[in-house]
């Protein structure tokens, strides 16, 4: 970190103030920059060069990122020896670079209604490559408007008049040397976004373009020279690089959310507001009981998804060396379960970060806040990698697959475990969860339970549901259809069962008595506060009397009380530095009004002190009247 | 590829040629379209003005949206002071006053996107709290525009809480004047509209001191720029407090007083006055203060609150017919993503929402109209009412719209994150309705506030206002729904409903009264129960909000087809409220767990109901293409066109980087001789 701090090349700009042009070109300035620095100063550890980067760009968007993961990353995994002979040293070497082009206007989620096509032409020995509709351009790739000069494109493969579905090609879009577009190939950026000024997400439009044969990833598929269709032998490993994906978002949501709490408890404990008591001093507003409740939860939820993103990140890493040795037992799950946690995660922190935003009233609303950054930076991981509705019906599949699975006798493992004691209750005709149960309130252990209960509640209505639809209808598809917002809530469910479950995993690692003591309280209020907005479930399934849910109420409140004095020190230890941050409410120091104040000199509308506006329209006017 | 070139920007109001997705939609509407929106309009009549004035607006080449995406923060302030100079030129011609129903419809189509609107809060201002000279000298100055006002009020260290506010007016009896400070950085005002770059005048709320005693907050005239030359007065530091999340047409702004001397005629005075002595004098009840937030409350739901859902929804609903994703049935074409129930589950009860809250803030429009009739004629009985139901409703109002234009962005896919599909914007504008007048936390309490006094009045046996008079009402002790059908009926939800709100106070007033009994401070108390008193507001208003569209709904006899519709669209908003709160309904045992099975059931069985009238609903809030500024969501579907189009126009097309010559350049070397 102090590498980049003290170097003066990376003085940390104010990108508030640039148009989105100065922002991308900022944006590729430091981008190229940190490529030079990391060969001088020689970094290649992957930890390393994450902090080396993650302090170069600080919270900016990069409009290379597609370059070093996914082009690279295909480049690696799909090129044939030859292949990656030919293109990698290019492609370290930053002599070319790529983005990775498969969202098409009309297409997302659904790979397989991808229309841009690739036809060989045995004759020439290439693939002419088209875009036959509006609907097919490509639209959205990071860097691809006017970064790229290579892309690598996903296209239906037709040779001998048959379609072979979809294959990913290396495209050349722009001239070596003058950076235009190559004839054929239509292509620019997709115009101002909410939010990621800096990247140009692009269109790329092909008409009748040709490559040389070799230019498909030939890894797995081939096409031979007179046209032949080589089959691939097995597509379940790219599960393991969507887990990774997944998890990462997972931990971004994790760090975004921690980022916006910093912000809104540093700045509740600097502002004062009305007052609490009469003919006293304005109190801090981290002091009324609506505020500790809005910002607290997020609090106990931002350590939460801490722990899961550390979970996910190590399990990857456990199963990667399973999967090298052929052991592919475990990843179904695991590829289930992720899906699952990166909406989960996603959802909450986007509405978290919102309510830090909103927590900081009408300051919250200037850019200086760094709230609307974070969240416009954050937000469209809700969308991409997987939309999150999508992503949880991924998961409802897994569980009642599972749920089947149990119901016809056998056991299930991991994480769904639970749903093994659906089947000794099965001959019962009440719920599952109608069994006496004693939760306690205050023992994380027993609220893992009572979460636990809660999912195998709603999975099982929802597997119930979904059969009886099907015992009504002849589709299947329909069927699950019908049944989707009942299969969404049981993913939910689950996925909230695993982050209670993973956080109290979590205490009993901590050796420091004072740790323990506020993350138990950290952890008892997110099972506590999780709860109590989701009352009906518990209550509606028999695992909470009313009575105990009036005393979960009360019990949130007093560790609000309790959790207030050491509010602000839980979020110094997130240790994020005042350029990352990128917010003058969040400041270290607390010093927030000077600082508005020489923040908003900075403005554009400030350049000059009379505005031209007054000369072109105010001055005419009062004239004319 | 015919429509592949379609070169007008916007033609598709009057286009025949309709994506055949959005056309299907249309022809199997169960209502007339135009019929409903003369329902919302409040009569055909209205309709036909709104529509003349909409239609004056976008002939007119200033007030076009074109470039709005694209424009920088300075150029976005430029275009609203030439789209205000503009309305000011169009209202003159043709003699319409700011009462005027014409130029409401004007400032509705405008969206609020036009500078100059805290200068009529400047305007309303003296009005109510000038005397008879002080208007007679300022208001037509003022409507000549000139001389821009601003209203300043808030400080960087300081907003709700007025009694905090720290800028000072200090009369000298020897040269008859107000010295106006500001003795340190967090009392700069900071946020007022217009104060940045335009105003020359503000109304600014300053405590008062004579002869060393303080006499609280008032208000003062004070010029802070020159008539001449548009430069700072004396004394004045002021400019813009640089980007937001939106709203970068507004110049909000910061002002900093350092000596600036004003006359004692600039002080505001109907209600209170210093004379020349120095002796300060108050007169008659400034209760009619609260009238000018009760009005912009009002008036920000209509023009920019409710319009920014309608709007989103109209986006979001028509793209979700003309995207197709995936495959329902094998064999057949990919889905219309709006037949998958998880995007109906997002987006109908959003549409059932917005018109729920257009007939609230009708009723509410009628309530007020009487209301401030009532108030100008010195009757203040209503005042507490009124002031606690605007309030309440601001706050859930905003919270819903807020809510659920993010809930579009979000179910448009990727697209609803490109500017152009002109959710960003909306969602980024409205967001902050939630915070400025008056933070929704602390109006909610406000209403909370009233509600416990009411229910003291219920215990005491005193008679309450009608929209608390259902806290009188005695409590049955279970729901006594048997089918799905059961739940169809507005009494049994209705009564869900009141009986939640109603429970809900009663604990929070009792759990109040027990802190208290116990010894607590009031106020202390008062904070304890903050959490829960919150939710007893929020509980009470969507009690009023679905009671409301029950009355609307019975009303509409003469229009069959549409009270049909509506009904459906007022089920499913209090069904889906209690689907989303269970806990709160089954609490106490009043819908037992397989009651609320049914309701589950009953909720889900209505969104393939309106599924089939989605687009028609959305139709008839006839938002113009040009109002929309959408590429997804124009009457006429052609979405990936449009998209396309818009895209080339975007300055990162048409401009050159250095970003390539300078940076990547350097980058690429060495690679010819390799490829």
């Known amino acids: 970190e102090a590498l980049v701090l003290n170097d003066p090349e990376f003085q940390h700009e104010d990108l508030n103030f640039l148009s989105r042009s100065q922002r991308y070109e900022v944006a590729i300035r430091k981008s190229a920059l940190m490529v030079m620095k990391l060969r001088e100063y020689g970094i290649a550890d992957p930890d390393e060069i994450y902090w080396f980067k993650r302090m170069c760009l600080g919270s900016c968007v990069e409009p290379l990122g597609l370059h070093f993961s996914m082009f690279t990353n295909a480049l690696q995994n799909q090129c044939t020896v030859t292949q990656q002979d030919k293109w990698l040293p290019l492609t370290y070497g930053l002599q070319i670079i790529g983005t990775y082009a498969q969202t098409e206007m009309g297409h997302g989620t659904h790979l397989r209604g991808l229309e841009t096509t690739a036809t060989y032409d045995p004759a020439t020995q290439e693939f002419i490559l088209n875009s036959p509709t509006v609907t097919s351009i490509k639209w959205w790739p990071g860097g691809l408007g006017k970064t790229s000069n290579y892309a690598i494109v996903l296209a239906q493969l037709y040779t001998q008049g048959q379609c072979k579905g979809l294959h990913a090609f290396i495209v050349p879009i722009r001239q070596m040397g003058t950076h235009e577009p190559l004839p054929g190939i239509t292509v620019g950026d997709i115009g101002p976004k909410f939010g990621y000024d800096e990247m140009d997400n692009g269109y790329l439009k092909m008409d009748n373009f040709r490559i040389p044969r070799e230019n498909m990833l030939m890894k797995y598929a081939k096409v031979e020279p007179d046209g032949t269709y080589v089959k691939p032998l097995s597509d379940k490993l790219t599960y393991g690089t969507m887990v990774f994906i997944r998890s990462l978002i997972v931990g971004d949501s994790a760090r975004s959310l921690c980022r916006a709490c910093t912000i809104a408890i540093r700045y509740s404990s600097v502002r004062h507001q009305s007052e609490l008591t009469p003919g006293e001093p304005e109190p801090q507003i981290l002091d009324y009981q609506t505020q500790q409740y809005k910002l607290f939860p997020l609090l106990a939820t931002a350590y939460a998804f801490h722990c899961v993103g550390a979970y996910m990140k190590k399990t990857y890493h456990r199963i990667t060396g399973d999967i090298n040795q052929g052991n592919l037992r475990e990843l179904p799950e695991l590829h289930a379960l992720s899906a699952g946690l990166k909406a989960f995660t996603s959802w909450t922190a986007n509405a978290g970060i919102e309510e830090c935003r909103m927590a900081c009233g009408g300051h919250g609303y200037s850019r200086c806040s760094g709230l609307p950054d974070i969240y416009v930076t954050f937000t469209p991981s809700c969308t991409y990698e997987g939309e999150n509705t999508v992503m949880m019906l991924q998961t409802a599949r897994f569980l009642v697959k599972s749920y089947t699975q149990v119901s016809s006798g056998q056991l299930v493992s991991g994480m769904v475990s639970y749903l093994n004691d659906l089947s000794g209750q099965r001959i019962q005709p009440q719920q599952v969860a109608a069994r006496p149960t004693a939760v306690l309130i205050n023992d994380p252990a027993s609220l893992v339970e009572a979460y636990k209960l809660r999912a195998s509640r709603l999975v099982e209505a929802a597997a119930k549901n979904l059969q009886a639809e099907l015992t009504r209808r002849k589709s299947q598809e329909d069927s699950w259809n019908r049944t989707s917002v009942d299969l969404v809530r049981a993913s939910e469910a689950h996925c909230h069962y695993v982050v209670v479950k993973l956080f109290t995993a979590q205490l009993s690692e901590i050796n420091d008595a004072a740790v323990h003591a506020v993350m138990s309280n950290l952890c008892l209020l997110y099972a506590l506060y999780g709860i109590s907005k989701h009352t009906g479930d518990f209550l509606q399934a028999g695992i909470l009397t009313n009575a105990q849910v009036t005393q979960v109420y009360q019990r949130v409140k007093e560790l609000l009380a309790a959790i207030r004095p050491n509010a602000v020190a839980l979020v110094d230890a997130f240790d994020f530095h005042d350029n990352h941050l990128g917010s003058v409410l969040g400041r270290y120091d607390g010093n927030i009004y000077e600082n508005m104040f020489e923040w908003a000199k900075k403005s554009p509308l400030n350049k000059t002190e009379v505005h031209e506006s007054f000369h072109k329209h105010l001055k005419p006017m009062q004239a004319k009247l | 590829m015919a429509q592949w070139n379609r070169s007008g920007y916007f033609r598709s109001s009057v286009s025949r040629d309709v994506n ?179 105003a020359t005048h503000a109304v600014v709320f300053a405590q008062l001191y004579v002869k060393g005693e303080c006499y609280g907050l008032h208000p003062f005239i004070v010029q802070i720029r020159s008539l001449r030359d548009h430069l700072p007065a004396p004394g004045v530091t002021v400019g813009d407090i640089g980007p937001k999340m939106n709203f970068e047409h507004i110049d909000n702004g910061y002002l900093m007083l350092q000596s600036v001397t004003i006359p004692r005629e600039n002080m505001l005075g109907r209600f209170s006055q210093v004379l020349p002595d120095g002796t300060y004098m108050k007169r008659g009840s400034d209760k009619i203060n609260y009238l000018t937030m009760i009005v912009t409350r009002v008036e920000m739901l209509w023009v920019e609150v409710i319009p920014a859902l309608q709007k989103a929804c109209t986006i979001a609903v028509r793209y979700s017919v003309v995207r197709r994703q995936s495959k329902l049935n094998p064999g057949e074409a990919e889905a219309k993503i709006l037949d998958y129930q998880t995007q109906q589950q997002k987006l109908l009860p959003l549409l059932a929402t917005a018109y729920a809250l257009h007939f609230m803030n009708a009723y509410v429009n009628k309530f007020y109209s009487k209301g401030y009739t009532e108030i100008r004629e010195g009757n203040f009985d209503s005042l507490p009412e009124l002031h606690a139901l605007t309030s309440g409703l601001k706050a859930i109002i905003t919270d819903y719209c807020t809510a659920g234009a993010e809930v579009c962005l979000r179910a448009c896919g990727g697209h609803g994150y490109s500017a152009l599909s002109g959710l960003p914007f909306l969602y980024t504008k409205v967001a902050a309705s939630c915070t400025y007048e008056g933070d929704n936390t602390v109006l909610f309490l406000q209403t909370a506030r009233y509600l416990v006094k009411c229910l003291a009045a219920v215990h005491a046996g005193q008679p309450t206002p009608p929209s608390v008079a259902y806290l009188s009402l005695t409590n049955s002790r279970k729901c006594w729904v048997r089918t799905e059908a059961d739940l169809l009926k507005p009494d049994i939800y209705a009564e869900a409903y009141r009986r939640r709100a109603s429970r809900l106070l009663s604990t929070a007033a009792a759990k109040l009264q027990a802190l208290i009994q116990s010894g607590a401070e009031e106020y202390v108390a008062w904070n304890r129960c903050t959490v829960q008193l919150v939710q007893a507001a929020k509980a009470h208003c969507q009690y009023i909000i679905v009671k409301n569209f029950i009355d609307t709904v019975e009303k509409l006899t003469n229009e069959a087809e549409i009270q049909k519709i509506m009904k459906h669209l007022c089920d499913l908003f209090a069904l889906h409220g209690i689907f989303s709160n269970t806990g709160d309904f089954l609490h106490d045992g009043y819908i037992s767990g397989d009651q609320m099975d049914l309701v589950t059931a009953s909720y889900l069985d209505l969104l393939a109901v309106i599924r089939s009238d989605a687009v028609p609903l959305v139709d008839a809030f006839d938002f113009t293409d040009e109002n929309l500024n959408s590429a997804l969501g124009s009457y006429d579907g052609h979405v990936y066109q449009r998209l396309y189009e818009w895209a080339q126009k975007s300055p990162t097309n048409q401009q050159v980087s250095q970003a390539y010559e300078s940076y990547l350049k350097p980058l690429f070397q060495g690679a010819l001789s390799k490829l």
Not at chain 2, 58 to 69: A, M, N, T
Not at chain 2, 85 to 114: I, S
Not at chain 2, 121 to 147: C, R
């Open chain 2, 20 to 198: 055949p997705d959005l056309e299907a939609e249309r022809r199997t509407a169960s209502f007339s379209v135009e019929r409903l929106t003369a329902v919302l309009d409040g009569g055909a009549d209205n309709t036909r003005t709104r529509r003349a004035m909409e239609a004056v607006i976008h002939r007119d080449p200033v007030f076009s949206r074109e470039k709005q995406y694209f424009q920088s923060q300075n150029e976005r302030y430029e275009a609203a002071v030439r789209k205000a100079v503009r309305l000011k030129e169009k209202m003159l011609q043709r003699g319409w006053t700011e009462n005027r129903p014409e130029t409401k419809y004007f400032y509705r189509a405008l969206g609020g996107d036009v500078a100059f609107n805290v200068h009529r809060v400047f305007k309303n201002s003296i009005l109510a709290l000038g005397t008879d000279e002080q208007i007679a000298k300022w208001i037509p100055l003022a409507e000549k525009y000139h001389i821009i006002g601003t209203y300043a009020q808030t400080e960087l260290g300081h907003g709700t809480f007025l009694r905090g506010l720290e800028t000072t007016a200090t009369f000298d009896t020897s040269t008859q004047e107000f010295t106006l400070n500001t003795p340190r950085i967090s009392a700069m005002k900071w946020w007022p509209g217009d104060l940045g770059r335009s």
